[in-house]
């Protein structure tokens, strides 16, 4: 029952463990993560990961489309968004 409606995104158990996994490993020491780093631990994890999996063209619609869980922010510098986990 994957992408159904009545549930949102975030309640899927295996995506968010991925995503939480990835972030860890981007993240390193900072509190936030590029999101081009928690793509490539996305891949590293799961060498089959796709965001077309769920529903979304790229890593950063799905990432929008979870954001009761996960906070973006765009760096002025270098254009680059930064992700990070709610508490």
């Known amino acids: 029952r994957k992408g159904s409606a009545s549930s949102p ?3 899927n158990t295996a995506l968010m ?3 939480r996994k990835a972030f860890t490993i981007a993240k390193g020491e900072e509190e936030s993560a590029s999101l081009s780093k928690i793509g490539q631990a ?3 994890l799961d ?3 796709d965001p077309r999996s769920y529903g979304h063209a790229s890593l950063s619609s799905l990432v929008n489309a979870l954001k009761d869980k996960l906070e973006t922010t ?3 510098k270098g254009n680059t968004v930064m992700v990070r986990f709610k508490v």
């Open 17 to 19: 463990n991925k995503l």
């Open 42 to 44: 996305l891949r590293r």
């Open 47 to 49: 060498p089959g990961f």
């Open 9 to 11: 995104l975030s309640a």
């Open 74 to 76: 765009r760096e002025e």
